[in-house]
């Protein structure tokens, strides 16, 4: 179950500056998965949404604690594009311009289409590329580095 209520999402994200520090590229001979790190001071829930040949699927919500990595797909990776949306606990977000469809409970939703008369939200995930033949790959969500004083 995901951390928050549809008021929550579309919280304002000043407390937070969002940032998505680095994507990490790791091919290995034996296996071939999409992780996400948090590498926050907070919990952060997440959505994942990615076509599978035929049709998009979203799905949502893994929960991390903060310093934890969970793999979300597990397998060779099927497409060259991934998009996630991510919310903390205070209220912010890591988001973007393709909108798909989430739901306020843990959801897998087929089709990115016609979101609320489905009875979905409609929300901006942000493009992971992969490239071609990516067989590992793993995103950072991380909090900015704060500002340090001048002298």
């Keep these: 179950m995901p951390l928050p209520s549809r008021s929550f999402m579309s919280a304002p994200t000043g407390r937070l500056v ?7 590229a790791v091919s290995t001979g034996a296996r071939a998965d999409f992780r996400l790190c948090n590498n926050t001071a907070v919990r952060v829930s997440i959505s994942l949404a990615y076509t599978n040949g035929q049709t998009w699927v979203q799905e949502g919500w893994w929960n991390l604690k903060p310093g934890v990595c969970e793999v979300l797909l597990r397998g060779p990776l099927a497409a060259e594009f991934y998009y996630v949306y991510a919310m903390d606990e205070r209220g912010g977000e890591w988001k973007g311009k393709t909108f798909m469809c989430t739901s306020n409970i843990e959801f897998k939703i087929e089709g990115r289409e016609n979101c609320f008369v489905r009875g979905y939200d409609r929300t901006g995930f942000f493009e992971i590329d992969t490239g071609k033949d990516a067989k590992d790959w793993t995103v950072q969500l991380t909090e ?3 500002p340090q004083a001048q002298q």
């Design 144 to 146: 900015p580095t704060k």
């Design 18 to 24: 969002l940032a998505v520090a680095g994507l990490l």
